[in-house]
């Protein structure tokens, strides 16, 4: 077939046939495309005319008629650039890779909606893989996404055990890895803000549900709530603590604890989840058992994914910039790639308290 489409150039240029009938001629079929050498003998013109015009090239003059009439032939007979030799030419391949547990979760999905439209911004393409928190394909999804000409990494809640080849951000990353940049929230002020305002609020039998231990935020989050509620004169009962093992997106996963906090009898009058879609579970066990949020039992949540606003009742929670911390993060990749400024082991992001309804003045 490819024979053929050469003999149909060669003898398009000979006889002197209508411009449509030499489309015809030449047009390949739909899972065929054109080599640039081919586009250049159909139209009779040097290949590196014909690459600076479509390539945008500045400054070079060469007639818009002929700028025009490439282009339209290049849509006609299909031709596609040929990415990774231009990519091994320059050395950059404006590919970025995207390391993230899952892609259903509101927290993952947020931040790679501000990485996304960054990286577009930036005339920057990008492959993600989802490894479910498994060491091993990490290792082999960083080797294979540097092999497939990635300029750069950016890992979402990913835990990297040692340096990479190219530039790399990790978005709640805890450890200090040469070379790569770690985008953190402030927990510290995170748990002043959840615990002051439960505290505010008159609360002071308090559970807590502590996030799994492969996420990357779990020991930081929990180590800053027992500093701050020390701090505030607040006990935290082993009887009020339920640790979170189970790797699930739904709000099932605050569902069951809470179920087995209200088993032991223990009282309290709020929860702090470890994240909104713990707390969208929590409310659902606490109200299977006939008791009421916030009148009962006030409930805060973490993250301020989109759903916390529409649930019933609207979610009070600790707000993360997710969009915002996936542009900073890419942002910082972009910087370390271009060496434009000089890169920082941390960058910390400030979290908010956003009040809705899940809480309320604890009961007498």
């Not at 985008?183 to 305002?197: I, K, N, S």
């Not at 082993?238 to 189970?246: G, H, K, N, Y």
């Not at 996963?253 to 879609?277: H, M, R, S």
């Amino acid at each position: 077939m490819k024979k053929r489409l050469l003999y149909d150039l060669s003898s398009a240029m000979k006889d002197p046939i209508s411009e449509n009938k030499a489309k015809d001629l030449v047009r390949p079929r739909a899972h065929q495309t054109a080599s640039l050498k081919q586009l250049a003998a159909h139209l009779r013109l040097h290949p590196a005319t014909v690459s600076v015009v479509l390539n945008e090239v500045p400054g070079r003059s060469i007639p818009q008629a002929t700028r025009d009439r490439i282009k339209a032939a290049a849509k006609a007979m299909n031709y596609q650039p040929n990415l990774l030799a231009r990519s091994l030419r320059s050395r950059r391949t404006l590919t970025i890779g995207i390391l993230v547990p899952e892609l259903d979760s509101g927290y993952h999905t947020q931040i790679m909606s501000g990485i996304g439209d960054q990286l577009i911004q930036s005339g920057y393409f990008y492959f993600t893989a989802h490894h479910r928190h498994k060491q091993n394909l990490v290792e082999d999804y960083t080797r294979m996404l540097v092999g497939r000409g990635a300029q750069g990494l950016i890992a979402i809640d990913t835990r990297l055990e040692h340096p990479v080849s190219i530039p790399v951000v990790v978005v709640a990353g805890h450890r200090h890895i040469e070379g790569v940049t770690n985008v953190l929230l402030d927990h510290t002020r995170a748990a002043e803000l959840a615990l002051g305002h439960l505290f505010s609020l008159g609360h002071r039998k308090i559970a807590f549900m502590r996030g799994q231990p492969f996420s990357s935020d779990s020991d930081e989050r929990w180590t800053r709530l027992v500093a701050v509620a020390e701090r505030l004169g607040l006990e935290i009962k082993a009887q009020l603590v339920v640790s979170l093992d189970r790797d699930m997106t739904s709000p099932e996963l605050g569902y069951l604890p809470v179920q087995q906090l209200l088993a032991t009898k223990e009282p309290f009058t709020a929860i702090v989840a470890f994240n909104d879609i713990s707390a969208i579970g929590a409310i659902r066990a606490l109200k299977d058992c006939n008791l009421r949020v916030p009148e009962d039992v006030s409930v805060i949540g973490f993250d301020d994914i989109k759903a916390a606003a529409f649930t019933l009742p609207r979610l009070t929670t600790i707000n993360q910039p997710l969009e915002e911390i996936g542009r900073i993060a890419t942002q910082s990749l972009l910087n370390r790639i271009h060496n434009t400024v000089m890169p920082r082991d941390e960058i910390i992001v400030e979290p908010k308290l956003v009040v809705r309804e899940s809480t309320g003045p604890a009961r007498n």
